[in-house]
């Protein structure tokens, strides 16, 4: 399985250890409004998800299952995302349009999910805008297209991944 790293830090600015030496760079999405503009957020958001719907169209896949799903009440309201949180659940098959909503909520704080498919595919997330993606091909395209568009795709292994 190939696994990589998917973010908006550029790998230059970590030390050895592989620590993010920027300490002005915005984290998260309660930092709209005073480290980062909502207009520079929602293109970085879409960015991520735009990544995961075009690691999923080089595999093929047009459905996917929710492999782990925590909600955090107080968020899922502000977002209104209580109808479609509603109809999701652990082990079920999702769309691309249900991916990239659940993406959008997880990059958001407002829940925390995996997303994967049998031995081939997953996205995992992580804290401070971490996103891991694993396929099981070097999806060379998909990767330069993704590095293009502003992100940086870095090989690593998920921390999340678990062992059966």
Avoid at 12 to 24: I, W
């Amino acid at each position: 399985m190939y696994s990589w790293r998917v973010t908006k830090y550029d790998p230059l600015n970590r030390d050895a250890d592989g620590s993010y030496l920027t300490p002005e760079e915005w984290t998260c999405f309660s930092e709209v409004g005073t480290k980062v503009s909502r207009e520079e957020y929602l293109k970085t958001e879409q960015k991520y998800i735009n990544a995961i719907r075009s690691f999923m169209t080089e595999l093929g896949l047009n459905r996917v299952h929710v492999i782990a799903l925590e909600q955090w009440s107080d968020e899922v309201k502000s977002q209104n995302a209580n109808e479609f949180l509603s109809k999701i659940w652990i082990g079920k098959a999702i769309t691309v349009q249900e991916v990239q909503e659940l993406a959008k909520l997880t990059l958001r704080n407002v829940i925390w999910c995996k997303l994967g498919f049998k031995n081939q595919f997953f996205v995992h997330f992580g804290y401070d805008y971490y996103m891991y993606i694993g396929e099981s091909r070097d999806c060379t395209k998909t990767k330069d297209a993704v590095t293009r568009s502003g992100l940086f795709v870095e090989r690593f292994d998920s921390p999340y991944l678990t062992t059966r």
